[in-house]
């Protein structure tokens, strides 16, 4: 079981940067496919970017291609989410999940950090 805490969002004007990370604990974190999804009232869960467990693949959602990057340091059980270039569609609470490699149908999920972008 891991235990997954995010940080690092907030208030940011449009075009601005936020760089957000989640901090894991309790278990083998590089045996951990990693994503970030977004949510807003009303609306589903959105994956956002996904790293396999050693970082050497990467996935993004077409709307922060080019925008947003993800990495992660399995040293340090944490990963990263690099905003750039926010949009206010970007406005959402954003999650960190894990997946064990081996059981991909297994989710953990942190409480979430909120992300505002105003126009």
């Known amino acids: 079981q891991v235990q997954l805490v995010e940080s690092g969002g907030g208030l940011v004007q449009a075009g601005g940067s936020l760089r957000l990370s989640c901090a894991a604990s309790?278990?083998?974190?590089?045996?951990?496919?990693i994503g970030w999804y977004r949510q807003v009232p009303g609306k589903q869960r959105e994956l956002v970017a996904t790293?396999?467990?050693?970082?050497?693949?990467?996935n993004y959602a077409d709307s922060v291609k080019g925008r947003f990057t993800i990495s992660r340091d399995n040293a340090k059980n944490t990963v990263f989410l690099q905003m750039n270039s926010l949009k206010p569609e970007d406005t959402a609470v954003y999650y960190c999940?894990?997946?064990?490699?081996?059981?991909?149908?297994?989710?953990?999920w942190g409480q979430g950090t909120q992300v505002t972008v105003s126009s």
């Open positions: 999940n894990a997946k064990p490699v081996y059981a991909t149908y297994i989710n953990y």
């Open positions: 309790g278990s083998t974190f590089s045996s951990y496919v």
């Open positions: 790293i396999s467990s050693d970082g050497g693949r990467t």
